[in-house]
């Protein structure tokens, strides 16, 4: 093509993107652009001098009236130019929105020659805009607070559910940062991970705690992205939470349902199965021991049927109040069946304490319940199973104790029983030894041996020490190495210590009154009777009472009670120390304390254990131990006893060695009250 065939107009409407069409007076199609062709789905060869098209064939009725009657009709009037919207229909019907500027072309002296008008496609704007009408409403309609705030932070829009989580408006809310929600949960270093996850990836997602206007403290899910340009730069951060406040409490409300009782509010059987699985996991790393009780009411069936659902279900949740009662808050307590419970014992300190609360259980579900007019008095059974003595898995333990539960329903049901028939029959016996020592405690039973102490010398009277004895009302006199242990465990130490303490000043009044001269009595004290803060005001009192000097009484200690509370001990030990008693070290030798600690002691008196003396004439080590302690009783200016002296040889080397008190079954045993006082009046004559 030769430059002078170059029409620079024809190749700039060839070449433009907007459609361009030129019409006649008669509104037939002169003209159409590829873009134009291209829009209305107009094949490029389509010939509009072969073909006649016209404006109506390319609008809808109405649009066409519109161009027709008003548009049209404007231009022609003198106007000569039209700028709007009109819609378009394509030769396939589809819509093509369009924005139009339509021009009128004129001769020189003003008379119209054609139209042109000149579109561009709207389709893209309008996608866009019904684009963000939708992100405008879900925006104004989410459920979930947004936020956008510009690269700086600052909030720039909030939606409604912002307010209505936050409690802030949109006017406090803008120009303000995100920090105006921040509560007091979480560090620095929490906020520094945050923005160090969206600086690495442009996001970060988590829990967070925020604080709304009125104060209160809520967890939300908080999303945070930012939005780049095109150069790379952060231009805004969207934020989308939702309050899981809510959410929580019904998924609380959903796991409580599934692992609860309606009836009690104890737990279920799902509840018990997870709890035995993970108690039996954790026992097995960290080797504790688990008890499992299985409990039944009792003949609860017959209650249902002569009482109704309505009295027998105030019953069960009765029984279960009780039991709840007796039940420490660690241990797990549930229901498993209309009138069976599950209690799950973790990490129990000795078999006698599971078989104690089996009793306990027993005993608070046999009193008697009242049901409206009728009294009702229930029969209730306890199976006990242990992990790992009696099974290896949660399933066994279970299955083990409701099999022992079966046992004691047949046993005539008032009874509990463990898998293990031989250990039920120990824990039973032990159990029963403990109740009778309860007895004994608040009646007869205990009663007082006096073992005399002499003066080595000439083996003159000189105190004694009392000796507690226990006559069983079966078994007979127990020896205290049986009920003293027993009287530990089962808390019963300071009682009879009291009891002890009291016996013995009501004694030395009896002597007192009797004409006879006072002997030293010495008495054993429990590291649990100095753990009483108050303990030496108490005793104190008890002297006062019987009117008794502090010089007739000597308390007696051992090294291995005393380390078992050591603070608490000394302060005890001081504060009699300082109220004038004396105060005697038993056994010693044969525990573990050091001369440091030995000097921290209160002490009045030594006691020189059986053991050295026993062997110390035929062991030289032994020897050389009870010379060390009378020596050191000396250096202390302490009174020294030596025990267990069951021969004169013993006796004479004692003496000998600076020892000058001794008591043993060279001189005399532990005698009955009454053999004792016979003793005394001998020697007061």
């Known amino acids: ?81 039209w700028e709007g919207e009109l819609e378009f229909l394509d030769f396939h019907g589809q819509s093509r929105p369009m924005q139009m500027t339509i021009i009128l072309h004129t001769d020189a002296d003003g008379e119209p020659l054609w139209i042109t008008g000149i579109g561009r496609d709207l389709r893209r704007r309008k996608h866009l805009e019904a684009q963000q009408r939708l992100a405008k409403r879900v925006f104004d309609n989410a459920i979930e607070g947004i936020i956008v705030t510009d690269g700086r932070a600052c909030i720039q829009h909030v939606n409604p559910a912002f307010t209505e989580i936050t409690g802030y408006s949109a006017e406090e809310a803008l120009g303000q940062t995100p920090k105006m929600l921040r509560s ?8 520094d991970t945050m923005w160090q996850s969206i600086a690495d990836t442009d996001r970060w997602q988590g829990e967070v705690w925020n604080r709304r206007k009125n104060g209160s403290v809520y967890l939300q899910w908080l999303s945070i992205n930012c939005v780049r340009d095109a150069q790379g730069y952060i231009e805004n951060y969207i934020s989308i939470f939702h309050d899981l406040t809510e959410m929580r409490a019904k998924e609380a409300e959903i796991q409580h349902l599934a692992h609860h009782d309606p009836l009690t509010g104890l737990g279920n059987r799902h509840l018990l199965n997870e709890r035995l699985q993970h108690a039996v996991r954790q026992a097995k790393v960290q080797e504790e021991k688990l008890a499992l009780l299985v409990l039944d009411l009792g003949h609860i069936q017959l209650i249902n049927d002569s009482l109704g659902h309505t009295w027998c279900d105030r019953l069960i949740r009765g029984q279960s109040a009780r039991i709840k009662e007796v039940v420490a808050e660690a241990d797990t307590l549930v229901r498993i069946g209309s009138d069976e419970f599950a209690l799950l014992i973790e990490d129990y300190e000795a078999v006698h304490d599971v078989s104690q609360i089996a009793d306990d259980l027993i005993r608070v579900l046999q009193e008697e319940v009242q049901l409206g007019r009728h009294q009702v008095t229930l029969s209730p059974s306890v199976g006990v199973a242990f992990f790992p003595q009696d099974a290896q898995n949660s399933v066994e333990l279970l299955i083990n104790a409701q099999t022992a539960l079966l046992d004691a329903k047949k046993s005539g049901r008032d009874t509990f029983r463990f898998f293990n028939r031989e250990m039920s029959q120990q824990a039973r016996e032990r159990l029963k030894l403990e109740q009778a020592l309860r007895s004994a405690v608040k009646g007869e039973g205990l009663s007082l041996h006096y073992q005399p102490k002499v003066l080595l010398e000439d083996g003159r009277l000189y105190g004694a020490e009392a000796l507690l004895r226990w006559t069983h009302p079966e078994l007979g006199p127990l020896s205290p190495a049986v009920f003293i242990p027993l009287a530990e465990e089962a808390g019963l130490i300071v009682d009879i210590g009291d009891w002890v303490l009291r016996h013995t000043c009501q004694q030395l009044v009896a002597w007192q009154e009797a004409g006879y001269t006072l002997p030293r009595i010495a008495v054993n004290l429990s590291v649990h009777q100095l753990e009483e803060t108050e303990f030496a005001q108490k005793l104190e009192e008890l002297l006062e009472a019987y009117q008794l000097d502090r010089e007739v009484l000597e308390l007696e200690i051992t090294e291995t009670g005393l380390m078992k509370n050591q603070n608490q001990a000394l302060q005890s030990l001081r504060q009699l120390k300082e109220k004038g008693f004396r105060i005697a070290l038993d056994d010693f030798g044969t525990g573990y304390s050091s001369l440091s600690y030995l000097s921290k002691l209160p002490l009045s008196t030594l006691k020189i254990d059986r053991s050295f003396v026993i062997d110390m004439a035929r062991d030289t080590i032994s020897l050389n131990i009870v010379k060390t302690i009378i020596q050191l009783a000396h250096n202390l200016s302490l009174d020294l006893v030596a025990e267990g002296v069951e021969d004169a040889q013993q006796a004479d080397q004692l003496l000998r060695l600076g020892c000058t008190l001794a008591q043993g079954f060279h001189y005399y045993r532990p005698l009955p009250e009454s053999e004792f006082t016979q003793l005394l009046a001998a020697s007061s004559r």
């Open 1 to 81: 093509m030769s430059l002078s065939n170059f029409n620079p107009e024809k190749a700039i409407l060839e070449a433009a993107s907007e459609l361009i069409a030129t019409i006649d007076l008669e509104q037939r199609l002169l003209y159409l652009n590829p873009s134009a062709r291209h829009l209305l789905s107009l094949p490029q060869d389509y010939d509009l001098e072969q073909q006649d098209l016209r404006v109506k064939d390319l609008h809808a009725p109405d649009v066409y009236r519109e161009l027709n009657e008003d548009i049209f009709p404007t231009l022609l009037a003198g106007q000569g130019r």
């Open 184 to 191: 007091n949960h979480h560090d620095q270093a929490f906020y």
